[in-house]
């Protein structure tokens, strides 16, 4: 601004400084439909395949090889895993210091988590019939799931983050109540149906 110019008043000075810092804050965070449609649609297709193949009491409602849910919601989940990860760390090229030593620990916590469940996991599905097997499985992921992002909500004081976790640890509880089939059914809709919508808005609620 040179002598010439009159000052700015006190309102077009907010809203330059509103502009700038929801400029600065779409730089720095990364689009959470990009983090979470990915998985709320692998979770919504993965675990609509096991219903149809491990139904309630049994019941197959489209026949198809026994590996083949496993793998398609394995699948799901590697694709929206990268999906996220390449998000999250062009985002945090965005960020040093304290926020970017948060986000590292916070990205291998959920490796390390899930790494050792499987470990453990594997141990135990083989000595299970199918159903309880896969129950065993979904419940037990499903809820780390949930326990992570209220963790991830707690670190970044993000309340969304923490109530979605929320979300998903109780339908996943209501899913393992409910037993084989159901939890299936349960954790496709109401679990991959909340991380879209919880996507959605949270993109509407970011700055403009």
Same mark, same amino acid.
């Given at each position: 601004?040179?002598?010439?110019?009159?000052?700015?008043?006190?309102?077009?000075? !907010?809203?330059?400084? +509103?502009?700038? &810092?929801?400029?600065?804050?779409?730089?720095? /965070?990364?689009?959470?439909?990009?983090?979470?449609?990915?998985?709320?649609?692998?979770?919504?297709?993965?675990?609509? *395949? #096991?219903?149809?193949?491990?139904?309630?009491?049994?019941?197959?409602?489209? @026949?198809?090889?026994?590996?083949?849910?496993?793998? *398609?919601?394995? =699948?799901?989940?590697?694709?929206?895993?990268?999906?996220?990860?390449?998000?999250? @760390?062009?985002?945090? &090229?965005?960020?040093?210091?304290?926020?970017? &030593? +948060?986000?590292?620990?916070?990205?291998?916590?959920?490796? #390390?988590?899930?790494?050792?469940?499987?470990?453990?996991?594997?141990?135990?599905?083989? +000595?299970?019939?199918?159903?309880? =097997?896969?129950?065993?499985?979904?419940?037990?992921? $499903?809820?780390? $799931?949930?326990?992570?992002? /209220?963790?991830?909500? =707690?670190?970044?004081?993000?309340?969304? /983050?923490?109530? !979605? %976790? @929320? #979300?998903?640890?109780?339908?996943?509880?209501?899913?393992?109540?409910?037993?084989? %089939?159901?939890?299936?059914?349960?954790?496709?809709?109401?679990?991959?149906?909340?991380?879209?919508? =919880?996507?959605?808005?949270?993109?509407?609620?970011?700055?403009?």
């Amino acid at each position: 601004m040179t002598e010439d110019q009159p000052p700015l008043d006190p309102a077009e000075s !907010l809203r330059i400084i +509103q502009r700038e &810092r929801a400029a600065t804050v779409r730089r720095i /965070m990364p689009d959470p439909r990009l983090l979470l449609w990915p998985w709320g649609v692998a979770w919504l297709l993965g675990f609509t *395949v #096991f219903f149809l193949r491990y139904g309630p009491d049994d019941r197959v409602y489209v @026949a198809m090889p026994r590996w083949l849910p496993s793998v *398609v919601l394995l =699948a799901l989940m590697f694709a929206a895993g990268l999906i996220s990860g390449i998000v999250g @760390a062009r985002a945090s &090229r965005q960020v040093t210091g304290l926020t970017a &030593r +948060q986000g590292t620990m916070y990205g291998l916590t959920w490796a #390390f988590a899930f790494s050792g469940m499987i470990t453990v996991l594997s141990r135990l599905g083989d +000595q299970l019939p199918d159903g309880l =097997a896969n129950l065993i499985w979904a419940g037990s992921l $499903t809820g780390l $799931t949930g326990a992570l992002h /209220m963790a991830g909500g =707690a670190v970044w004081n993000d309340r969304s /983050m923490f109530f !979605l %976790g @929320a #979300f998903l640890s109780v339908v996943n509880a209501v899913g393992v109540i409910l037993g084989p %089939g159901w939890h299936a059914l349960v954790v496709a809709v109401l679990g991959g149906g909340g991380m879209l919508v =919880a996507g959605l808005v949270s993109w509407l609620r970011m700055p403009r």
